[in-house]
């Protein structure tokens, strides 16, 4: 009966209150149901066109038009089939398909405003992300690049995605950052590290130096009185991942607990996974071991780089309750420009989750050029 149960249990239920909404959506048909067994028994003459009356307004809590119409007209046949045709028998008839269009227009009318308030809590949350999120160049050195963020469907508070590419003289450095939690407080740590990220791209020699002003930039934020709640600054953290490509045929990573990087090489993709696991920034306490270093990965001429966060790889069918499988994804996509590649990802996305994303994600692809074509691609950039 799912598609009778249009409406979906409102962003943030889960778990043991998801179970109750359903619950609470069978409810009505149960109602008609007993109603209908009364009918029929020997138990007729019990009144039961006063109960039936009220199912449409009960369905509209939980259902959409499809659920409530379906309410009503099982509750119509309950009625039909009462053998006393008297005033109170026409009058039941006449209560009840009053009640039903009713319910009808409220459902569409609540529904309508819902998705307008929705709406527009979207547009606040992307036009936020965005003030700190810049475009992505669609060439950088040796690199073609394309960037795309998501929304999540629920909508309901602005997420702490963060992303970045920029040219420095030790080649193209590539950031991307999952906040944990959301709202401002999460907005505000990840300009901290973008912002840290960007000026310390251009001048620090290590990749993993550039990582570590991340860091501290992410503590000097949360030591501000009233930046952060109490729940924040004991359980926040972010993580990251830094990436550096430049004219050998390999990327430098650092990984600080973010999902690993994807290359797809002839057709076939493999995982970027660190040697030796890292906590996320914020939890500098459990750093142990020697200092942090870059670790080098073979990346050719050719070969497709793909930075997420993990909004993408733990989206779920409604249905299967799968995860993404994004290394099946990329494999399936044909050749095409790294911007066309990301579309074609976030359309198997969406088909994926029916339309419904429950978190905001994030992507990053860098496409490395052969010599010729960087040498091609940096003249007119030169030029332009």
Partial sequence: ?????????????????????????????????????????????????????AMPALAALTMGPKG????????????????????AYY????????????????????????????????RIAVAAQEAILRPVPARLGPVRAASMYLAAETGAQIGGDLYEAVQTRYGVRLIVGDVRGKGLPAVRAAAAVLGAFRVTAQYEDELAEVMNHCAAALRQERAVPGAVDQETLLEGFVTALVAQVSDTPEVQVVNRGHPP?????????????????????????????????????????????????????EARNPDSN???????????????????????????????????????????????????????????????
């Fill in 261 to 313: 990087p994807l290359v797809l090489c002839q057709g076939k993709v493999h995982a970027l996974m660190p040697t030796s696991p890292l906590p996320p920034l914020g939890l500098e306490d459990l750093l142990t071991g020697p200092p942090l270093m870059a670790e080098s990965h073979p990346f050719a001429p050719g070969d497709r780089l793909l930075l997420y966060t993990d909004g993408v790889i």
């Fill in 1 to 53: 009966m799912r598609p009778l149960f249009h409406a979906a249990p409102p962003p943030g239920v889960g778990g043991h209150s998801r179970v109750l909404f359903r619950v609470a959506q069978c409810v009505p048909f149960v109602v008609v149901l007993v109603a209908l067994g009364i009918e029929l028994s020997p138990a007729h003459f019990l009144v039961t066109g006063t109960f039936l009356t």
């Fill in 322 to 384: 799968d995860f993404f499988a994004l290394p099946e994804a990329m494999e399936a996509v044909h050749t095409c420009t790294p911007h066309e590649f990301l579309e074609q990802l976030h359309r198997g996305l969406i088909r994926h989750t029916t339309g419904r994303l429950a978190d905001d994600a994030a992507m990053l692809l860098v496409d490395r050029l052969n010599e010729e074509a960087g040498k091609h691609a940096a003249s007119a950039a030169g030029a332009s």
């Fill in 91 to 122: 009058s039941n008839i006449v209560s009840l398909v009053l009640v039903s269009l009713a319910s009808v227009t409220m459902s569409n009318a609540m529904r309508t405003r819902r998705q307008s308030e929705l709406d527009q809590v979207r």
């Fill in 68 to 87: 409530i119409l379906s309410v009503a007209a099982l509750a119509l046949a309950t009625d039909l089939a009462s053998p006393a045709y008297d005033l």
